[in-house]
């Protein structure tokens, strides 16, 4: 069985544009969540979303959006980039909603100059 | 406080020796404990992982000792070899979702 895809797997912004990750859970999957990693900050957790439906979301400013398709195919945007959105964002899949037996992808990373 | 404290920050162990990674938290609504392990530019790895009303899970060289009283959980890896070399984490479930410790650099010394 494939495992979770994310792309791209680097990419390199200026402050003020928008940028868009994309994410292919395991297949029959229906949950896709998506975490922020940071040297200082750990992994934080970004919003869920199961059956096309946002169930969860973190602590994060509304420039932080995401959507899920009916293939359980993730997209995630961030708008008017900050410096400090530079981080390592993963995606992980899981059967069920909740957090539960997620399996994670390698990770994008967003370097914002 | 939907919190959960790890330590150490950092750990060294000699090949063969025991691993042990603590996890502290508060709120006694969490309900599930994963473990995971992460390598340098990989995505985290659920390694193994228990509900609290189990008070050990044991699969191969690592073990999940869980003390529900003391508000605590902790990873046992065994025989620890250099593969083992990795960032580990703590999580606890909680109103669907994971909240997650600041994560253990273990470095297995040969």
């Known amino acids: 069985k494939a495992g979770v895809t994310q792309t791209p797997r680097y990419l390199i912004k200026t402050r003020g544009q928008q940028v868009t990750l994309s994410c292919s859970p395991i297949?029959?999957?229906?949950?896709v969540s998506w975490y922020q990693q940071t040297p200082g900050q750990g992994l934080q957790f970004l919003f869920e979303?199961?059956?096309?439906?946002?169930?969860n979301k973190g602590n994060f400013p509304g420039r932080f959006s995401g959507r899920q398709f009916s293939n359980s195919r993730s997209e995630m945007n961030v708008s008017t980039l900050e410096l400090g959105d530079s981080a390592l964002y993963l995606c992980?899949?899981?059967?069920?909603?909740?957090?539960?037996?997620?399996?994670f992808g390698p990770g994008t990373r967003l370097t914002v100059t | 406080q939907q919190q959960v404290k790890q330590s150490p920050q950092s750990l060294i162990v000699q090949k063969g020796g025991i691993s042990i990674i603590n996890c502290a938290y508060e709120?006694?609504?969490?309900?599930?404990f994963p473990w995971y392990q992460q390598f340098p530019g990989k995505g985290p790895a659920l390694l193994i992982a228990?509900?609290?009303d189990v008070s050990e899970k044991k699969e191969g060289r690592f073990t999940i000792s869980f003390n529900k009283s003391a508000k605590q959980f902790s990873l046992h890896i065994m025989d620890s070899q250099p593969g083992d070399s990795a960032t580990y984490f703590c999580?606890?479930?909680?109103?669907?979702?994971?909240?997650w410790g600041a994560g253990t650099k273990l470095i297995i010394k040969p």
């Open positions: 999580a606890a479930s909680i109103d669907y979702q994971l909240i």
């Open positions: 979303y199961f059956s096309e439906t946002q169930r």
């Open positions: 709120n006694t609504a969490f309900d599930y």
């Open positions: 228990i509900r609290p």
């Open positions: 297949s029959g999957h229906r949950s």
């Open positions: 992980a899949s899981s059967f069920a909603e909740g957090g539960y037996e997620q399996y």
